[in-house]
Every structure is written in C-alpha cells, then in structure tokens.
C-alpha cells in the first residue's frame, strides 16, 4: 500500500508541470489540437517510463535516463519517426520547464534520435524511359519537353540545374554543358546522343518564344525562363500521354540516370562525378538499387534459385 501511495504522489507531482505545459501550447502558443493530443499522448507514455525507472521529480531526469527512454522504445520496435517524435515532444517540455525556471539545462538535447531510413529513390526501367522519350510531335513545345528529359535522363541533371541552363552554358564541340549545381558549385557534365540532338532540335526554334536578351536555354510560352512548377507539370503531363505505368517527375529521371549507369558500369566515383554529390556516401545509396537488380537477375537465372522458386 505504501508503495502504490508513493506512486500515486510522484505521478500528480509529474501530472502538475504537465497540465501547466498543455496551457502553455494551447493559449500561448495556439497550435491545433492535433498537434497538442499528440504531445499529450507521447508524455504520458515518457512520465509512465520514468515512474517506472525510479524517478519522482522532473529534476532527477538526465540525459542518461533520456537515452533508456530511447532504448527501450527501439527494444519494443517502434520506428525511428516514432521515437523522434517523442524525443521532441519531450525536449518541448523540458524547454518548457526550463522557460518557468523549474530546470538549467535540458537533459533530451544531448541524446540524438535514431537515424531514420532513408528511402530508396523510385526509378523507371529501360523500357519505361524508351516509352516516356518516344515523342516524334513536331511542336515546338514538345520538342523542348522531349529535350529537356533527354538532357535531364542523359546527363542526370537536378530540375533547378536544368532550369537554371543558359544558352552559353552550352559547348557542342565539345559535347559538354555547364551546370552550377548544390552551394554554387560549377561542372561539366556530358552532353551527347539523344540529348543533343534534340536540344539542338530545341535551340532552332527556340527563337519563336525567347523574348528579347533571354539567356536560358528553356523558355515557357511567355518567352521567359521556364519555371520548375512548369516542368514538372509538363513531365506529368507527358508521362500520362505516354501512358508510362509510374509517375514522371524530375527526380526519377536523375534517379534513373543514375541507377542505370552503375548497373551498366559498376563506377561509383564517375557516377558520383556526374552526379554532382560531394560526398560518396550519397552516391552509395544507388548500389543498394544494383543490389536489388543483380538479385533479381540471380532470381531468374541462377538453377538454385529457380528451383527454389519452383
């Protein structure tokens, strides 16, 4: 009986500061009501733990006891996103309690949450992308959409890198385009095949849209640089026209791009290169797509793994 006293106790002493807090969001910093049942919901799970480890006061809690609330939120299987939200939940009060005085220091700061998982890109197949790119439409308009996705495929350009091409930015002689990628930073990336001969096929009538001193290479209706809204509404466009099965963005081309060239080169460094990614670790999320195809192929073709499957 004691025991279930002190518990009762340490429980409406830790409820107290909590009611306070749940005023605090709701008067003075006015969020939804969503937002506060959920901060509600992850700090009565936190004060549950903590009563359970020992705690009776809201001073006792330290960067230690924070990191067996972590803990044991990964031992029950919750995912990273999960624990990042009661993490932060938990930071807000102790922010809270920090702002009436009640605490110095904030004990959540010091403990990271789990690293999340990061999605592998969606790319298309081979045979998607000869489908999406199969457009002979001699519209001016289709010709510089189908030359904006042959570049975008053929050179595994970023939207905003694409958008932002000017007409000088261009050297066919040499079969390269300058582009200015992440932080200002400058390179040279291959431009030839398909990509420049319908970029090329683009430039010629181009002249019937650009307005007067226009610079960029891909101009809209109104004869100014093209938007990214726009591009990305054209390729959405184009991919239903096209009747591709997947949805065409500008990032799955990139993502294409650069999942088909490790499959046919196994070049992490050039593909980095042209990529435009300063660190490798970047890049290194492409081999788990190879993985995933070299699998796919051993599936199929490897007497075992055919048998098993049989």
């Known amino acids: 009986m004691k025991n279930e006293k002190v518990t009762k106790i340490t429980f409406s002493d830790f409820q107290q500061s909590l009611d306070c807090f749940y005023r605090y969001l709701q008067q003075e910093k006015g969020l939804s009501l969503h937002t506060q049942k959920n901060y509600k919901h992850q700090l009565k799970i936190v004060t549950s733990h903590l009563i359970q480890m020992g705690v009776k006061k809201w001073k006792q809690v330290d960067s230690r006891k924070v990191r067996q609330l972590v803990s044991k939120g990964m031992r029950q299987g919750m995912k990273a996103s999960c624990l990042a939200t009661r993490l932060s939940s938990l930071r807000s009060f102790l922010d809270f309690l920090i702002l009436r005085g009640e605490l110095s ?3 959540a700061k010091e403990v990271s949450a789990p690293r999340r998982e990061r999605p592998l890109p969606k790319n298309l197949d081979i045979n998607e992308i000869f ?3 199969e457009i002979n439409d001699n519209n001016p308009l289709s010709i510089r959409d189908r030359a904006m996705m042959e570049l975008m495929y053929g050179s595994g350009l970023r939207l905003a890198e694409m958008v932002n091409i000017n007409t000088h930015d261009i050297s066919a002689c040499m079969g390269e385009i300058r ?3 992440k932080g200002n930073k400058e ?3 291959p431009f030839t095949g398909l990509a420049k001969t319908w970029v090329k096929k683009w430039i010629k009538v181009r002249v019937q849209f650009a307005k007067h001193n226009e610079n960029a290479l ?3 209706k109104l004869g100014v640089r093209i938007s990214h809204r726009n591009v990305q509404k054209r390729l959405t466009e184009w991919g239903k026209k096209q009747s591709v099965p997947s949805r065409i963005s500008p990032h799955k081309l990139r993502h294409s791009f650069a999942t088909h060239m490790l499959e046919s ?11 435009g990614h300063e660190n490798i670790s970047t890049t290194q999320i492409y081999t788990h797509l190879d993985f995933q195809h070299l699998s796919k192929v051993y599936d199929q073709a490897h007497p075992r793994a055919k048998k098993r499957k049989e």
Do not use: D, H, M
């Open 105 to 107: 220091i904030n004990p």
């Open 131 to 133: 489908q999406l790119l």
């Open 179 to 181: 582009v200015l990628g």
């Open 187 to 189: 390179r040279k990336v």
């Open 218 to 220: 891909f101009t809209s």
């Open 265 to 275: 080169s196994s070049n992490l460094r050039a593909v980095q290169e042209l990529l």
